[in-house]
């Protein structure tokens, strides 16, 4: 039983497409992040929610929208793809903001086109 | 600002070797540290990490790390290096002055185990 899961594992779209990444967790964290990696395998955060809060939205494109229905599931939806979105993309979760006991998901590997 | 340097970005070595990855940090508060792992196409794995208490730190697959807070560096050796040690390994520490859980990373080493 997975804790932390992402879909699709795999997403290959055209530029100016519009896609969504779901992410899911059964462990009963309050919060939950995307990170995005970039080709050199560079890990930089994008967005945090705790609780259905969004505690941080770190300087990414307005054509970046999470969304979190419940404290278990956090989406992302990129509108208008352009060539620099490809990325892979990794879920999280962690009990507290201390950053402490994160579990990732295993990734979603967005290639534009 | 917290910061993290893991020097090297590409290590090799051979199978039976010493294995030591390089991490310095920068923080304004007691640092939360980390190292995970990452294998090919799959997520981030927790390998060990440092908040409070004993300045060295077991992980697993018999991996380790030492906190040396004048030195602000969290190394991670493993005496002996098995094939299945290959993969990518990122020193975090944790954005305690924000408190939102935000972990910020290196840039990552390649560790290389040559037969």
């Known amino acids: 039983d997975t804790a932390v899961s992402q879909t699709p594992k795999y997403l290959v779209t055209q530029m100016g497409n519009d896609k969504s990444i779901k992410c899911e967790q059964n462990?009963?964290?309050?919060?939950m992040y995307w990170y995005k990696q970039d080709s050199k395998k560079f890990l930089k955060i994008m967005f945090s929610?705790?609780?259905?809060?969004?505690?941080i939205n770190e300087t990414v494109p307005n054509r970046f929208s999470p969304k979190s229905p419940d404290k278990a599931h956090l989406n992302l939806h990129i509108n208008s793809l352009e060539l620099g979105d490809s990325a892979v993309y990794f879920c999280?979760?962690?009990?507290?903001?201390?950053?402490?006991?994160?579990?990732f998901g295993s990734g979603t590997r967005l290639t534009v086109v | 600002a917290q910061s993290v340097t893991q020097l090297g970005s590409h290590v090799s070595v051979s199978e039976g070797a010493l294995v030591l990855l390089r991490c310095n940090y920068s923080?304004?508060?007691?640092?939360?540290l980390f190292w995970y792992v990452q294998y090919p196409n799959q997520g981030l794995q927790l390998l060990l990490k440092?908040?409070?208490?004993?300045?060295l730190v077991k992980g697993i697959n018999g991996f380790e790390a030492e906190f040396k807070k004048s030195e602000t560096s969290f190394h991670l050796t493993k005496p002996s290096a098995h094939m299945s040690d290959a993969a990518e390994y990122f020193c975090?520490?944790?954005?305690?002055?924000?408190?939102?859980?935000?972990?910020?990373f290196g840039q990552g080493t390649t560790l290389q185990v040559k037969p």
């Open positions: 999280a979760s962690s009990q507290e903001r201390s950053g402490y006991g994160y579990t």
């Open positions: 462990l009963g964290h309050d919060t």
């Open positions: 929610y705790n609780n259905k809060e969004l505690i």
């Open positions: 923080s304004s508060v007691p640092p939360y």
């Open positions: 440092y908040t409070t208490g004993a300045t």
């Open positions: 975090a520490v944790s954005d305690r002055v924000s408190n939102t859980g935000k972990l910020i």
